[in-house]
T-cell receptor, first 114, second 111 residues
Framework: DAGVIQSPRHEVTEMGQEVTLRCKPISGHDYLFWYRQTMMRGLELLIY????????DSGMPEDRFSAKMPNASFSTLKIQPSEPRDSAVYFC????????????FGNGTRLTVT | DAKTTQPPSMDCAEGRAANLPCNHS???????VYWYRQIHSQGPQYIIHGLKNNETNEMASLIITEDRKSSTLILPHATLRDTAVYYC????????????FGTGTSLTVIP
């Protein structure tokens, strides 16, 4: 299994531009999570999906952030417009259902907004 | 919303066992304890998890107290490559299966 695949690995953009981060979960996994990590706030859960349906987006910081999961093998996290304070590492993770199922993380996307 | 408490940092001599403690006094009966580690800015790596019994795999051992209010992750022979931030997490079963990460323990393995 290739694991959770995220793209791009690095993204540098200017303030005000739209940014789209992509994630391919592990095949067969029911849950998909988006996290953001910064030095100040650590790992924050932004949103998670169950069977492609968003379940809890209370961690999404602002309306500038949106996430979609059009099918079981693909999800996007979009920031429009981007701001310098959005600079962080964004991780996608997936798991099977049930509290006995580990979460598997991708290698993340390092976003820099100048 | 993290439900766990860990020391912020620990040191361990190379080759010795590293024992990382975690308190989770509000854990519910059907919630599992998970351990992850993160090296630099790589994605967190799954290590081990358990419910009430002690668990062992090729990476580590997990000791859970009988009352389940605390646990210890044991790396039996720490190497320099084990230097990382270690997270103890309780998977929330009642509100939908989220994993909430706390601040973790920064383990430094000393040569």
């Amino acid at each position: 299994d290739a694991g959770v695949i995220q793209s791009p690995r690095h993204e540098v953009t200017e303030m005000g531009q739209e940014v789209t981060l992509r994630c391919k979960p592990i095949s067969g996994h029911d849950y998909l999570f988006w996290y953001r990590q910064t030095m100040m706030r650590g790992l924050e859960l932004l949103i998670y999906f169950n069977n492609n349906v968003p379940i809890d987006d209370s961690g999404m910081p602002e309306d500038r952030f949106s996430a979609k999961m059009p099918n079981a093998s693909f999800s996007t996290l979009k920031i429009q417009p981007s701001e310098p304070r959005d600079s962080a590492v964004y991780f996608c993770a997936s798991s099977l259902a049930g509290s006995n199922s580990p979460l598997h993380f991708g290698n993340g996307t390092r976003l820099t907004v100048t | 919303d993290a439900k766990t408490t860990q020391p912020p940092s620990m040191d361990c001599a190379e080759g010795r066992a590293a024992n990382l403690p975690c308190n989770h006094s509000t854990i519910s009966g059907n919630e599992y304890v998970y351990w992850y580690r993160q090296i630099h800015s790589q994605g967190p790596q799954y290590i081990i998890h358990g419910l009430k019994n002690n668990e062992t795999n090729e990476m580590a051992s997990l000791i859970i107290t009988e009352d389940r209010k605390s646990s210890t992750l044991i790396l039996p022979h720490a190497t320099l490559r084990d230097t990382a931030v270690y997270y103890c997490i309780v998977r929330v079963a009642t509100t939908g299966n989220q994993f909430y990460f706390g601040t973790g323990t920064s383990l430094t393995v000393i040569p």
